[in-house]
């Protein structure tokens, strides 16, 4: 159930959209074709836009974070622009909890019986998200073995049927009451998860954001994006941000409404697109954003306490779709997310993970075989663990290129690469301050 819960464009007149003219150089190549000297073009062009020749651009922030205008300068002709210098963050810790006065039985260690009031609440939280799915299908069943109400239930079947809320890029059915209710909070503390902010992001512009890495269930992607208990609303003014997921979802009764008042949409290409293409001051998108978590199904069977293997290197499509709108890519990072739970490793377990493989080819979602705590007890049950998440909001990667561009294969090769390099710069930063314990570094695989 762990993919199934998350998964995988009128244009501005400015220079940075202005079509460039390719001139052959005789002294070196007469013949060159515009084909081979477009790549190069394009990232001077991007470089000169982003400001890569300009070091006096003053800073526009609101003093706790990076400015917009010292977004990614991307190399230019093989030289590497200087590394960007994150600003300090500070650590969540896990709070004080009642483990060490935990009782041991068979092996097994229990909660004691006076545990503050807040840690049950916030236990209760966690446990009303991961059983949402379970319970609002259950009660669907249980309408349908009611004949009375089958006057009210057929027609909504059949708007379940024809409804596109979940594509259309209106953002129908978002209830931000519901986002911010105090429920999210105890969610959040529970953990804790915290949102760190590096740069601000200029509401004038669209942003993809890539969540890494999946994790099992991806709890700090949506604590972080689906509500507001970590104020991404006050961080970042101006922007809206809808945190998307397999079209399959909005396909179950009761559990597709749910979604879609926390703000979740599809991630099919048609949505996205209508995402990036609506709302803001003109109705063209500006101060539109999603949130994909990238690695999606086949990386959550990585994820392993300690580690952070990234299904990265084949998965472009998001980078063609912020081409295709002209959307900044943005990446992020969720420190801890694989902690939370443990599983059955491949390696270990070939063939449950032959079994794994076999799902998500067929049916486009996996079953992780995970373990955690229970919800009296600190070793066995289907609960995560009380570990810290630390999600950070990296830099802004400009895209260079107006809605409705066709980009090329060269384009998308470079941006992509742009952003593994931005990511990685991320894990460095910060790796040291939120997963000090780590068994290996980071590893991105295709």
């Known amino acids: 159930m762990a993919s199934a819960i998350m998964g995988l464009p009128p244009s501005a007149a400015n220079e940075s959209f202005e079509k460039v003219q390719v001139v052959p150089n005789p002294e070196n190549n007469p013949v060159a074709s515009e084909k081979d000297t477009a790549p190069a073009i394009i990232h001077e062009s991007a470089a000169k836009a982003n400001g890569a020749w300009n070091d006096t651009d003053e800073a526009h922030t609101n003093g706790d974070s990076k400015s917009y205008a010292d977004a990614a300068k ?59 799915i379970v319970v609002l299908i259950s009660l669907f069943w249980f309408t349908c073995a009611n004949p009375l109400m089958w006057p009210i239930l057929i027609p909504y079947l059949l708007h379940l049927t024809f409804s596109n809320a979940a594509v259309d890029g209106k953002l129908s059915y978002r209830s931000e009451y519901l986002r911010s209710l105090p429920l999210w909070k105890l969610f959040a503390g529970y953990f804790p998860i915290r949102l760190h902010k590096t740069f601000d992001l200029d509401p004038k512009r669209r942003y993809i954001l890539g969540y890494h890495p999946h994790g099992i269930i991806s709890h700090g992607a949506w604590c972080s994006f689906a509500t507001n208990a970590l104020g991404f609303r006050e961080k970042f003014p101006g922007i809206t941000n809808s945190i998307l997921t397999l079209d399959s979802n909005f396909r179950i009764p009761f559990y597709r409404d749910w979604i879609l008042a926390m703000g979740v949409r599809s991630v099919s290409k048609e949505s996205i697109r209508n995402i ?68 059955l490793s491949p390696k270990t377990h070939p063939l449950v993970h032959k079994i794994q493989m076999f799902t998500l080819k067929v049916f486009k979602f996996t079953l992780p075989a995970l373990h955690g705590r229970g919800l009296l007890n600190y070793d066995v049950g289907l609960m995560p663990y009380r570990r810290p998440v630390n999600v950070v909001i990296g830099k802004p990667i400009r895209v260079h290129s107006a809605p409705g561009h066709q980009p090329t294969t060269e384009e998308i090769d470079y941006y992509h690469e742009l952003y593994i390099k931005e990511l990685e710069n991320l894990w460095e930063t910060y790796k040291d301050d939120f997963v000090p314990g780590r068994v290996s570094e980071m590893e991105i695989a295709s």
């Open 74 to 132: 991307p190399a230019v002709n093989g030289v590497e622009p200087t590394r960007t210098k994150y600003p300090a963050l500070r650590s969540e810790k896990s709070l004080s909890n009642s483990e060490a006065n935990a009782w041991k039985a068979g092996g097994i260690r229990f909660a004691p019986l006076r545990v503050p009031l807040r840690r049950r609440l916030q236990t209760a939280a966690v446990l009303f998200h991961c059983m949402s």
């Open 276 to 343: 990036l293409s609506k709302g803001g001051p003109k109705n063209d998108g500006q101060g539109r954003a999603v949130t994909i978590v990238i690695g999606g199904a086949r990386e959550s069977l990585e994820a392993q306490p300690g580690t952070l293997r990234l299904i990265l290197k084949g998965r472009k499509g998001f980078v063609k779709m912020a081409l295709r709108s002209g959307a900044d890519l943005v990446p992020v990072m969720g420190f801890g997310e694989n902690d939370i739970y443990d599983q």
